[in-house]
């Protein structure tokens, strides 16, 4: 057991050196630390859908992923240290068990950042649904005209995103282009029936009934959103309680089984 503690205190001191400290020359151990690091950030980037949410957020994602095998291997080294007793060298195993967590745990974090950003851009849509057809109703004012009073009045992503829009047509003049891309990255249906709509009169003068049913639309979008997140919650919320439960079975069902197979054996004389 004091072996096993010894190896324990070992592996957090280089595991944190690793990971902390950087700039120096590396040792064998910190060496291995960084090439599985390095792996999990491969891993992490091999993903189509999380190479694009990575560029679409400016996610620093060797940070990311720093702080998640930080987390893992934490992880991974307390059951190591709470199934030594009961396993023995099997509990070895905890530790890639808990550095995949934490693989899982970036991979999860890299979602909710695109799903968070996704519904920040639809909270304000409601804005350009309003102000887009207020615009267009003064006479001799184009889509172009309109969108570019209505900006100003956006927030968040969804203002950077228009404006970005913006500046890319005039320097392109590919207004369906730039608008199909946009609506690719948010990767909303109600967005992307917007983008269609103010590519398809860019440049000409349109009466409001093109954008009047957004509002509509909008508020439809969002409330099947919030029950999206609402089930997810309670999903997720489940899994951690299953598992609490199963780990407490385990740590509270080994020892007494063992005691049991124990006074059993005793009895029988085996």
Not at 86 to 100: C, E, K, N, R
Request: net charge neutral; aromatic share 8%; proline share 3%.
């Amino acid at each position: 057991m004091v072996f096993l503690e010894a190896v324990l205190f070992l592996s957090i001191l280089v595991a944190v050196y690793s990971l902390l400290v950087s700039g120096e020359r590396l040792s064998v151990a910190e060496a291995t630390v960084d090439a599985v690091r390095s792996k999990i950030l491969e891993f992490i980037q091999s993903s189509r859908d999380n190479e694009r949410i990575i560029d679409i957020l400016k996610l620093d994602i060797e940070q990311l992923v720093k702080k998640g095998f930080l987390a893992g291997l934490m992880f991974g080294l307390t059951l190591l240290a709470v199934t030594a007793k009961f396993l023995g060298p099997f509990s070895a195993l905890m530790v890639p068990l808990g550095i995949a967590v934490g693989l899982l745990v970036v991979s999860n974090t890299i979602s909710r950042s695109y799903k968070e950003w996704q519904e920040r851009i639809l909270s304000d849509a409601p804005v350009l649904a309003d102000f887009l057809p207020a615009f267009l109703e003064l006479r001799g004012v184009s889509t172009r005209k309109a969108l570019e009073n209505t900006v100003p009045f956006l927030s968040g992503p969804l203002r950077e995103e228009m404006a970005d829009a913006v500046l890319k047509i005039k320097d392109t003049g590919a207004a369906k282009n730039v608008f199909r891309e946009l609506g690719e990255r948010v990767g909303n249906a109600t967005v992307s029936a917007v983008c269609t709509r103010l590519s398809m009169a860019w440049d000409t003068t349109v009466t409001p009934d093109l954008f009047m049913d957004l509002s509509e639309e909008i508020g439809y979008a969002r409330e099947l959103s919030a029950a999206r997140a609402t089930t997810m919650k309670i999903l997720y919320f489940t899994l951690i309680a299953l598992a609490g439960l199963l780990g407490l079975l385990f740590l509270a069902g080994y020892p007494g089984f063992m005691s049991f197979k124990g006074m059993m054996s005793h009895m029988f004389g085996g």
